[in-house]
T-cell receptor, first 116, second 112 residues
């Protein structure tokens, strides 16, 4: 119930394509859904995040679509570029009991390759 | 410059030889945590700390210890490493529950 399931595991698109990465969760107590981008040899970095009171958030070429009733959210990358080649992780935030730590539960990751 | 540093970045060791991976942040964040990243499993939390002298187990704490004696430092200790602890480790830090989490550059550990 605390898991976040991410798919696909890997994705290859041509430059200009629109890769879509999907995540699903079970726990309705999750209340913050960030996406992280990780380049080889680096730590993950926050890319974009959404709260469940909105259905879509856009930042530049990156868009999160959120479907609260289906408990799913997805990342769309418009006009993808070779520089977008990286591993992407979705995550969900839950309050950890009474401690209010806001623990992140990560998906399994998607390795994206954008071909020139 | 705001940053999270980890040392060492790469480490090859043998089973049973105690080791410590250090993590330090200069952002004055209360919350720090350790994750391990394994293929197909994403990042899984090992331990976290809400403030100095306050630590608690994450999802995969077995075989690890931590301490938080100073706000800026959160070392990860492997008392008796085993090959199943071969992984990529990340230290994370954030201000509070819903703030952005910042990650260090990672430590790639191999236990032979």
């Amino acid at each position: 119930q605390q898991q976040v399931k991410q798919s696909p595991q890997s994705l290859i698109v041509q430059k200009g394509g629109i890769p879509i990465i999907n995540c699903a969760y079970e726990n309705t107590a999750f209340d913050y859904f960030p996406w992280y981008q990780q380049f080889p040899g680096k730590g993950p970095a926050l890319l974009i995040a959404i709260r469940p009171d909105v259905s879509e958030k856009k930042e530049g070429r990156f868009t999160i679509s959120f479907n609260k009733s289906a408990k799913q959210f997805s990342l769309h990358i418009m006009d993808s570029q070779p520089g977008d080649s990286a591993t992407y992780f979705c995550a969900a935030n839950r309050l950890d009991g009474s401690s209010n730590t806001g623990k992140l539960i990560f998906g399994q990751g998607t390795t994206l390759q954008v071909k020139p | 410059e705001a940053q999270v540093t980890q040392n060492p970045r790469y480490l090859i060791t043998v089973t049973g030889k105690k080791l410590t991976v250090t993590c330090s942040q200069n952002m004055n964040h209360e919350y720090m945590s350790w994750y391990r990243q394994d293929p197909g499993l994403g990042l899984r939390q090992i331990y976290y700390s809400m403030n100095v002298e306050v630590t608690d187990k994450g999802d995969v704490p077995e075989g690890y210890k931590v301490s938080r004696k100073e706000k800026r430092n959160f070392p990860l200790i492997l008392e008796s490493p085993s090959p199943n602890q071969t992984s990529l480790y990340f230290c994370g830090t954030k201000k509070s529950s819903y703030n952005e989490q910042f990650f260090g550059p990672g430590t790639r550990l191999t236990v032979l």
